[in-house]
């Protein structure tokens, strides 16, 4: 077995490695449509962020947008975001969100109807601690639905 001789240049070269951060994976893109005096989906937006998605925000309302990505009323919540291709309609988890974006299925995105306490962006001190259950349903093209996560 032949070895290579410590030198200081490699010592020098292994130092320097190990001091440069770790290229960090890129921020996963989306689009946030909201209304501009709500407070909880600034909330959301941050629970995001700190998972890794970058969001460009836009202060309209989220009327609109959710008819145009064909997410059904009836799921609605205070704000809708594109990311991935996919409709995230309300105060959806971020893991749900990366597991949607790993297992890609056929659908329109995921939804967390109303405004669930203890859900993210609804869990702030203002709340107590106090945590409602909910599930994440997973919105097929024909708009039907699974559960796709429940917390309880």
Not at 24 to 30: D, E, R, S
Not at 33 to 60: N, R, Y
Not at 61 to 71: D, E, F, P, V, Y
Request: proline share 9%; aromatic share 6%.
């Amino acid at each position: 077995m032949k070895t290579t001789p410590v030198t200081r240049r490699s010592l020098l070269l292994a130092g320097v490695a190990l001091a440069l951060p770790a290229a960090a994976a890129p921020a996963v893109q989306g689009e946030i449509w909201k209304s501009p005096s709500c407070g909880c989906c600034k909330d959301w937006i941050a629970h995001m962020q700190a998972a890794g998605f970058a969001l460009t925000v836009h202060e309209t309302g989220n009327t609109a947008i959710r008819g145009r990505l064909k997410m059904p009323a009836p799921l609605g919540s205070c704000h809708t975001a594109l990311i991935g291709g996919y409709a995230i309609e309300g105060h959806v988890p971020a893991r749900e969100v990366q597991r949607l974006l790993k297992e890609r299925p056929q659908a329109v995105g995921l939804a967390v109807p109303g405004m669930p306490i203890g859900s993210p962006g609804m869990d702030g001190p203002e709340y107590g601690g106090q945590r409602d259950p909910y599930d994440v349903l997973l919105v097929q093209a024909d708009g039907r639905t699974r559960v796709f996560a429940s917390y309880r």
